[in-house]
């Protein structure tokens, strides 16, 4: 039963690069969502999407960009790599609603040089 | 907009100890509330929840009930482990799209 899968688990990065982080789940989950967890500051959400083919902005969107193409798949893509996006990224999904809890995966920790 | 604001760590209890670990919102709506626990190297993973007023959500020996007067959905365990030592994140979701909103966290240290 994998739940929420993120690949990769890590990743160095310089800045400038690009890259993408992927996000699948396989509970047939409505809505997925992109945080970031840096130290004291809980999570904060950047992008999330309420079903295939629909984004939109969180609470932190600048310096990122989401695809939802598929219904379990939700992309994060970081077009120019900062210092700043040094994080440990999480992907969730749930069902609709507002009763029903997030499901996350292991996370992906991304260091910019 | 929605805040959730939680009790600021870290916190230290001896095995058996009772804890307490304090948390309050503000939300525009009615919404669910959530306690995630989140383990070293891990992501965080539900441990328990409410879904209206004086709802109590309970699991492995934690609680919490939804207090609306009060805008509180403390967490409580009579006597904690070891196997308690995590970060605990307080969090909101509410009726707008299922958003959540999360606290800061609070890390527990739970020594024998």
């Known amino acids: 039963n994998a739940g929420v899968t993120q690949t990769p688990k890590f990743r160095v990065l310089k800045t400038g690069q690009s890259m993408t982080l992927l996000c699948a789940q396989d509970m047939n989950h409505e809505y997925m969502y992109w945080y970031r967890q840096d130290p004291g500051m809980g999570l904060r959400l950047i992008h999330y999407?309420?079903?295939?083919?629909?984004?939109a902005k969180g609470e932190v969107p600048d310096g990122y960009n989401v695809s939802r193409l598929k219904k379990q798949n939700f992309l994060l893509g970081l077009e120019s790599a900062a210092p700043s996006q040094t994080s440990v990224y999480f992907c969730?999904?749930?069902?609709?609603?507002?009763?029903?809890?997030?499901?996350f995966g292991e996370g992906s920790r991304l260091t910019v040089l | 907009g929605d805040s959730v604001t939680q009790m600021e760590g870290p916190v230290t209890l001896s095995e058996e100890a009772f804890l307490t670990i304090n948390c309050t919102y503000t939300a525009t709506g009615y919404p669910s509330l959530f306690w995630y626990v989140q383990y070293p190297g891990e992501g965080l993973q539900l441990l328990l929840k409410a879904t209206k007023a004086d709802d109590k959500g309970s699991n492995k020996g934690f609680e919490a009930t939804y207090r609306k007067e009060t805008t509180s959905f403390h967490l409580e365990k009579g006597s904690v482990q070891v196997s308690d030592s995590a970060v605990y994140f307080c969090?909101?979701?509410?009726?707008?799209?299922?958003?959540?909103?999360f606290g800061d966290g609070t890390t527990l240290t739970v020594k024998p």
């Open positions: 969090a909101l979701k509410d009726t707008n799209a299922g958003k959540s909103t």
């Open positions: 969730a999904s749930s069902e609709g609603g507002y009763t029903g809890e997030l499901f």
């Open positions: 999407s309420v079903g295939e083919g629909t984004t």
